[in-house]
C-alpha cells in the first residue's frame, strides 16, 4: 500500500508555493496509521460509495483537496489563503477516527483534527502566518453539524477559508459525485 505522502502527490502540484508542499508531504506521513485504510464514513451515511471502502477515508480527502483548489478562484483568495486552504483540507478528516482508532468516526473530529494539525504543525516547526485560520477552518468544517461547539452560522461565523473548506468537503461527499483521477488511487 502506498504512503501517504505517496498517495498525496497529486496535491503538491496544486500548492502556490513549494513549502507549503514540503510540509504537507511529511505532515501526512504523520496522520494516524488507521487514515489510510478507513472508510470515510463508519456507517455508510453522508457520503459517496466509492469513498466508504477500504481506503476511503484517504480518497475522501484527496477529492476535498481537490474541491478547494478548483474552487478557490470564486472565494478571490491570495496564493498565501489558497495554500492555506488546501492545508486545512488535507488535514480536516485526518483524526476522523479520534486521536486512538475508535469503531466509529468521532462526533468531535474536526476540533480534534484541528488540534492534531496544531501539534504537527510545532512538531515540524512550521511558520505560517494563517495557521490560526486553517485551525478554525479544520475546527468549523462540521458547519451547523458540529455537536462538540455551537453551531456555527454559515457562511459569517467561517471566514473565506473555512466556508471554501466546508463548501468542498460537502460537494466531495455527494454520493452522486465522482473522481477519475482517484479510480486507480483506490486501488493499493
Ligand atoms: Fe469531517
Ligand atoms: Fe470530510
Known amino acids: 500500500m502506498q504512503t501517504n505522502s505517496e498517495y498525496f502527490e497529486p496535491s503538491y502540484a496544486w500548492f502556490k ?17 488507521y487514515f489510510a485504510e478507513k472508510p470515510a464514513s463508519s456507517t ?5 460509495t466509492w469513498s466508504n ?17 478548483s ?3 470564486a472565494y478571490m483568495l491570495d496564493d498565501r489563503e489558497h495554500d492555506a486552504a488546501l492545508i486545512a483540507a488535507l488535514f480536516h478528516d485526518a483524526v476522523k477516527y479520534g486521536f486512538g482508532c475508535g469503531p466509529h468516526t468521532s462526533k468531535t473530529h474536526e476540533s480534534e483534527g ?25 475546527a468549523f468544517h462540521q458547519g451547523r453539524w458540529a455537536v462538540c461547539d455551537p453551531s ?8 473565506k477559508i473555512g466556508q471554501l473548506v466546508h463548501i468542498a468537503d460537502m460537494v466531495a461527499s455527494r454520493p452522486e459525485v465522482r473522481f477519475n483521477f ?3 488511487s483506490l486501488i493499493g
Open 53 to 69: 471502502m477500504k481506503g476511503g477515508l484517504r480518497a475522501h480527502t484527496l477529492a476535498v483537496a481537490y474541491m478547494t483548489h
Open 17 to 33: 508555493f513549494q513549502v507549503n508542499a514540503d510540509f504537507v508531504r511529511k505532515a501526512v506521513d504523520m496522520f494516524p496509521p
Open 44 to 48: 455508510g451515511k453522508y457520503h459517496a
Open 152 to 159: 456555527k452560522i454559515f457562511p459569517d461565523d467561517f471566514g
Open 182 to 184: 482517484l479510480e486507480t
Open 114 to 138: 484541528a488540534i492534531f494539525f496544531k501539534r504537527v504543525a510545532d512538531r515540524l516547526n512550521y511558520p505560517n502566518a494563517l495557521n490560526e485560520q486553517i485551525y478554525t477552518a479544520i
Open 71 to 73: 474552487l478557490s478562484d
